[in-house]
T-cell receptor, first 112, second 114 residues
Framework: DAKTTQPTSMDCAEGRAANLPCNHS???????VYWYRQIHSQGPQYIIH???NNETNEMASLIITEDRKSSTLILPHATLRDTAVYYC?????????????FGQGTELSVKP | SAVISQKPSRDICQRGTSLTIQCQVD?????MFWYRQQPGQSLTLIAT?????????ESGFVIDKFPISRPNLTFSTLTVSNMSPEDSSIYLC???????????FGQGTRLTVV
């Protein structure tokens, strides 16, 4: 699976958009980009995933560059409850049934 | 979606002993995964458990230390054997999903070895 690079930490003001970048320059054509987050002491929570096109759901938007070498997770109106570690993961769709290899992630702090 | 229950949620164990962690899923799944999260660190995959076959371990993890059972399509156990304080971690169970869909995680077992 392709390796990802994320900033170690970021701050965001409450109510503002949080934009979390991820570099995956070695991504292959059949690898999806997944985002998970982990709030302190809880199991990871799925946020969103995409292959080529931008995606949006009730939690966030995922913007993938045309060359697919980087992506940005957007939380449109961050709240204090969005404070968490955010993981960007790329994996082959049928990689052993869903095995995920986690990097170090970005620790997002949403401040009042 | 899948709901995953792990037991115990936390435990404090003496060094040299073993602990078995249970993972129950509310639906049948082919693959189950076990992760370790050491204090302040990211998640590290220990092994993949496929029903009816031996688990596949990642580099750095061995069956003697982390034996895994997978007796059916909804249940798995991970045993942490001959524990030392370095084994103090959160252990998480996960189930994968199909093409292009999400994986699900249990809430983890917080293990402290004293």
């Amino acid at each position: 699976d392709a390796k990802t690079t994320q900033p170690t930490s970021m701050d965001c003001a409450e109510g503002r958009a949080a934009n979390l970048p991820c570099n995956h320059s070695t991504i292959s054509g059949n690898e999806y980009v997944y985002w998970y987050r982990q709030i302190h002491s809880q199991g990871p929570q799925y946020i969103i995933h995409g292959l080529k096109n931008n995606e949006t759901n009730e939690m966030a938007s995922l913007i993938i560059t045309e060359d697919r070498k980087s992506s940005t997770l957007i939380l449109p109106h961050a709240t204090l409850r969005d404070t968490a570690v955010y993981y960007c993961i790329v994996r082959v769709a049928y990689n052993q049934g869903g095995k995920l290899i986690f990097g170090q992630g970005t620790e997002l702090s949403v401040k009042p | 979606s899948a709901v995953i229950s792990q037991k115990p949620s936390r435990d404090i164990c003496q060094r040299g002993t073993s602990l078995t962690i249970q993972c129950q899923v509310d639906s049948q799944v082919t693959m189950m995964f076990w992760y370790r999260q050491q204090p302040g660190q990211s998640l590290t995959l220990i092994a993949t458990a496929n029903q009816g076959s031996e688990a596949t371990y990642e580099s750095g993890f061995v069956i003697d230390k982390f034996p895994i059972s997978r007796p059916n399509l909804t249940f798995s156990t991970l045993t942490v054997s001959n524990m030392s304080p370095e084994d103090s971690s959160i252990y998480l169970c996960s189930v994968g999903a199909g093409l292009g869909t999400e994986a699900f995680f249990g809430q983890g077992t917080r293990l402290t070895v004293v």
